[in-house]
């Protein structure tokens, strides 16, 4: 199955990874993580 996001939604994503990193070194990798295995795909990019 593939799976495709919105822009916006890229957006967000790269921005909420962002926040999550500067609060926390490591956080935002922790984040992205967890919604790789939330939704069962890769989300590295």
Request: charged letters at 30%; a negative charge.
């Amino acid at each position: 199955m593939k799976i495709e996001f919105l822009e916006l939604a890229k957006l967000e994503f790269d921005e909420a990874f962002a926040y999550y990193e500067s609060e926390s070194q490591g956080l935002g990798v922790r984040f992205k993580k967890e919604i790789s295995a939330l939704i069962g795909v890769k989300i590295w990019h």
